[in-house]
């Protein structure tokens, strides 16, 4: 089993920027590949960024390349979520998503991957 609770949502002006945390219980988080997701209101739940258990493969959705970057320290338990240059688009609930994997490569953009979500954090970005 693996908990994972978000943290570092907020309201903030366009062009401003956000650091997402997510906090994992449990001592598989090392073998946990890792993605964030975001839902806005009435919209389905999208991949925005996914990172391998060794930290060696990240992946983006194109929505967000080269604004935001995941990365994770697995002596803390965490992977984090570094949003810059935000736009009003970026407005929704992020989670944070785990797959146990012995791969350690693994990553998908597919929601239906992860096998444990935490309880999402609002992010709102004013124009």
């Known amino acids: 089993q693996v908990q994972l609770v978000e943290s570092g949502g907020g309201l903030v002006q366009a062009g401003g920027f956000l650091r997402l945390s997510c906090a994992a219980s449990g001592r598989t988080f090392s073998r946990s590949a890792m993605g964030w997701f975001r839902q806005a209101p009435g919209k389905e739940r999208d991949f925005v960024a996914a990172?391998?258990?060794?930290?060696?493969?990240?992946y983006y959705a194109d929505s967000v390349k080269g604004r935001f970057s995941i990365s994770r320290d697995n002596a803390k338990n965490t992977v984090y979520l570094q949003m810059n240059s935000l736009k009003p688009e970026d407005t929704a609930v992020y989670y944070c998503?785990?797959?146990?994997?012995?791969?350690?490569?693994?990553?998908?953009?597919?929601?239906?991957?992860?096998?444990?979500w935490g309880q999402g954090t609002q992010v709102t970005v004013s124009s």
């Open positions: 990172i391998s258990w060794s930290g060696g493969t990240t």
């Open positions: 998503a785990a797959h146990l994997t012995y791969v350690r490569s693994w990553y998908s953009s597919s929601a239906s991957s992860y096998d444990y």
